[in-house]
């Protein structure tokens, strides 16, 4: 099976978030980047492991600059086979999209995993975005993926229950908790990533149809409140009116 | 009713929650990448042959991953290893059951094999990467990581001594996890003085060797973690001379492979030690040959084990120091965590009771405890980070460069094992204050990592031995070079730290305390030519102790001024942050530790000899 993974630069999971320009840029002066945790341990996992079991090629890829090969290095390091990089910034859903669509048109893939978000903007988006370039199926939040031949069954979870779907290959597929369990790179991927091949190709032309005008970050916690042991009656307004729990 | 059950609930609730509050943090990777990148350069390594496949991004993601196995492996298991310990039923060792998991995860990841060649499985992995990475696994739980890295340690005393059928036979199953390596030296009778062996061994025509004898205290000497235990075993071959010249170092597996089936080699265990700490971390009595079956297998020559045995024992050294720093680094994580958590009290200058309480970490004496840890744990972390690069250089340079960095590392290793072992229990003593009553009790790991720490002063040579090895030995060896050295080494920082306005007065102090160190040194020296070796050694420990001050404000210095100088551009708050705290911990170090050095230097330049002088009889 020859399988595209596309991976993505997040902020680690502890980092401080600001923003520039008017609070209309995100401010990345001092942070600490990994690959998005939803890629590496559900989708990158999963291609590896069909790899494993019938053979074929993990191919990652990656829109944006060369500060991303850091992260793209630890996807060779956990097994992939070797590595695309569309040079240029992740300016939106959209244009990723249209980048990664743009390779894989070339490379006719039987099957794309991607995670079903990325812990930063959380958009979602760009999986069904790539499917719809690329005219196949796509099949959002599969949380176990089986392959048959050129049938994929796939499991996901939806409300109060999990729901199953079949597809042929080519497709696209986002995937969530349940779909692999995480690879921690031991010290031979670590040192065989820097020799398997890292392709930098450019970024195609792609007209933009929305433009961010501004982040907020979410209202600061409140204060914990220290009520008197005795007041019952405050506490169960608290509880009430406040914390609404009751 | 109602309002009773929900007080009580809310009561209990936060009472609950605040109890069971476990540290969430056990090291600081970001620290290590600055030692690693920033003060030694490892990368630079790359410059050797052996070493040329290391960059900066494959030394950070070998640590990223070494966090993740710690996170995920490791962590989760270093109190529950205490609460359910080890314990001896029906003649077999059972352990914790996260135990096969971590060790067979260290082994798969490459940290066991990770500096044998490529051809060995290996991943020729830097001396000084390795121990950051196993200095992560030990801060995350140093009770499951130690039982891997001492079939690291096995491993390579077979490679560099042993034949080629003993390295086939039982060096890959040790660095898949499988088998577990031990290093059985001390005998009932035999601890300290290896000297008094008398574990036996008696050549067959087979070529193997008949072995007879108890072994105790043996740390990961049986377990069901793994499926064989192989001793790199100390006896004596009958008719050998007495003393240590006459100990030979053998292979001897708990069970042997006869017809590629593995069978009982006569070695059984006679129970485990119940120990104040460490608790899952097995100490075994070992007995070989109660039915006159044991088999040995010579490891190199007759007679030259012990010297075979200290390469091994050097290496256990520097990794004694490493998991005595380890765990006073996580304890200072746990410290800091309820410091910056516990509100309790008020400032002295705003004690309105209607004020809220402040966050403890406010308190003056808070922060000086902290300070403190992480003074001692930064700044051991960083000699132990030096010795390691000084043991690559030594292993892969040649000519003069080789000969210096083996001196250097020969002398500080003394430093690198006891600084760390004897300050870190100091400095878990202080995390623990921190908590207060809280420390003290089993909800929080500080009690733990109090009990678990207090050993490496004794393990691979307690303090008292390694400050005669200082003194007696190591500062005058090759006619006092290393020392020279050494002090060439430090002079180099100083004139560096000189044209920095912040760091000149730190500057001028360390160089006037190493001026007064060397003045003691000459002192000591004649003492120990005017033939009183008694007088010379009677308080070598205290020698160590101001050695290993000086040592460790060297290395506050050269992280100092690595820190100063990144100071000078705009930087991110979280990074001004972080080169703030350490030319603030470098005072701290400067202003509160060194001091101690000069009642140090009072005392042993005293011509009192009072502790020769005290009889037994006086102590009553």
Redesign the interface.
């Known amino acids: 099976m020859k399988l595209l993974v596309c991976v993505s630069k997040t902020p680690e999971t502890t980092a401080?978030i600001s923003f520039s320009d008017n609070n209309s840029t995100f401010n990345e002066?001092?942070?600490q980047f990994i690959m998005n945790p939803y890629d590496e341990w559900y989708a990158l996992v999963r291609a590896l492991e069909l790899k494993e079991a019938a053979g074929g090629t993990v191919t990652i890829i990656n829109v944006g600059p060369a500060a991303n090969?850091?992260v793209i290095?630890?996807g060779l390091?956990i097994g992939a086979d070797d590595a695309i990089r569309v040079d240029s910034e992740p300016k939106s859903a959209l244009f990723v999209a249209k980048q990664i669509a743009e390779v894989a048109k070339a490379e006719n893939y039987d099957a794309i995993f991607l995670g079903k978000e990325t812990i930063d903007y959380n958009g979602s988006e760009v999986g069904a975005m790539l499917a719809e370039l690329l005219d196949v199926p796509y099949i959002s939040f599969g949380s176990h993926l089986e392959m048959n031949g050129n049938v994929a069954t796939i499991a996901r979870d939806i409300e109060g229950g999990v729901e199953v779907a079949e597809v042929e290959t080519p497709f696209v597929v986002s995937s969530s908790k349940g779909m692999a369990e995480?690879r921690?790179?031991?010290?031979?991927g670590?040192?065989m990533?820097?020799r398997k091949p890292l392709k930098v190709v450019p970024a195609v032309e792609c007209e933009d149809f929305a433009t961010v005008v501004s982040y907020s970050m979410p209202a600061a916690k409140s204060e914990v409140k220290?009520l008197d042991?005795e007041n019952?009656d405050e506490?169960?307004r608290l509880l009430h009116e406040e914390a609404k729990v009751l | 009713m109602v309002?009773e059950f929900?007080?009580a609930f809310?009561?209990f609730g936060l009472s609950k929650k605040q109890t069971i509050k476990m540290a969430e943090k056990y090291v600081s990777i970001k620290n290590i990448k600055f030692l690693l990148n920033e003060v030694f350069d490892v990368a630079s390594l790359n410059r050797f042959e052996y070493y040329q496949?290391y960059?900066k991004?494959?030394i950070?993601?070998?640590l990223?991953?070494a966090k993740?196995?710690g996170d995920?492996y490791l962590f989760p298991i270093y109190t529950d290893m205490d609460k359910n310990k080890a314990y001896y039923e029906d003649g077999a060792v059972k352990v914790h059951k996260g135990l096969k998991t971590a060790i067979k995860?260290l082994a798969?990841?490459?940290?066991i094999s990770?500096h044998d060649t490529y051809e060995n499985g290996g991943?020729q992995?830097p001396f000084v990467v390795m121990n950051a990475g196993l200095f992560v696994f030990y801060a995350a739980n140093a009770n499951a990581a130690a039982y891997a890295f001492l079939s690291q340690g096995a491993s390579n005393l077979i490679q560099a001594f042993g034949t080629a059928e003993l390295k086939s036979t039982y060096v890959p199953p040790m660095y898949a996890g499988d088998w577990q390596g031990t290093m059985a030296l001390t005998e009932p009778q035999a601890g300290s003085s290896l000297t008094d062996i008398t574990s036996s061994a008696e050549e067959t025509e087979e070529g193997y060797y008949k072995i007879k004898g108890q072994k105790i205290y043996i740390s990961g000497g049986d377990h069901e973690a793994t499926e064989n235990v192989v001793h790199l075993y100390l006896a004596r071959i009958k008719g050998a001379a007495v003393g240590t010249k006459g100990i030979s170092l053998f292979v001897v597996p708990k069970l042997r492979n006869e017809n590629g089936r593995l069978v009982s080699n006569d070695v059984s265990t006679a129970g485990i030690f119940g120990k104040m700490g460490q608790k899952g971390y097995v100490a075994a009595h070992i007995m070989a040959g109660e039915n006159d079956d044991c088999r040995g297998y010579l490891v190199g020559e007759p007679h030259r084990g012990l010297s075979y045995m200290f390469q091994m024992m050097n290496e256990a050294r520097i990794a004694t120091g490493m998991i005595a720093n380890a765990q006073a680094t996580a304890a200072y994580y746990a410290a800091l965590q309820y410091a910056t958590e516990r509100p309790q009290g008020r400032h002295l200058s705003k004690k309105d009771p209607n004020l809220?309480q402040v966050l403890i970490i406010e308190h003056a004496d808070v922060k000086r405890m902290l300070l403190f840890q992480k003074a001692i744990t930064e700044g051991s972390l960083s000699l132990l980070l030096q010795c390691s690069y000084y043991a690559d250089i030594a292993s892969v340079s040649t000519g003069e460069e080789k000969e210096n960095a083996h001196l250097l590392l020969e002398l500080l290793t003394p430093i690198a094992k006891s600084y760390p072992s004897e300050m870190g229990i100091h400095s878990v003593s202080a995390g623990l204050q921190c908590l207060g009553g809280a420390g003290y009790c089993d909800d929080f790991p500080l009690e733990q990592y109090y009990r678990d720490i207090r050993v490496n002063a004794i393990y691979e040579g307690t303090t008292g031995i390694h400050g005669m090895d200082l003194l007696g030995r190591k500062v005058m060896m090759h006619s006092g070079k290393a020392v020279k050295l050494f002090m060439a080494e430090i002079q180099k920082e100083i004139v560096a730290a000189q044209s920095s306005e912040f760091l000149k007065p730190f500057a001028d102090k360390l160089a006037e305390r190493l001026k007064a160190i060397h003045e003691l040194t000459m002192q000591l020296i004649q003492v120990a030519m005017n033939n009183k070796p008694e007088v010379f050694l009677a308080d070598a420990t205290l020698y160590l102790e101001y050695f290993g001050t000086i040592t460790i404000a060297w290395q506050w210095l050269k992280q100092g001024i690595v820190a100063d100088k990144a100071l000078q551009a705009e930087?991110?708050?979280?990074?001004y942050n972080f080169y703030q705290s350490k030319l603030h911990t470098l005072r701290y170090f400067f202003e509160y530790e060194v001091p101690k050095t000069k009642a140090l230097h009072e005392r042993l330049a005293s011509s009192d000899n009072l502790t020769i002088e005290m009889k037994a009889e006086y102590f009553m």
């Open positions: 401080k002066a001092g942070v090969d850091t290095r630890k390091a995480q921690i790179p031991n010290m031979r670590i040192m990533a820097k220290m042991p019952m506490l169960v | 309002f929900l007080k809310f009561i496949d960059d991004e494959g950070n993601m070998s990223d991953a993740q196995i995920t995860t798969e990841a490459g940290w990770a991943q992995m809220p930087l991110p708050e979280d990074d």
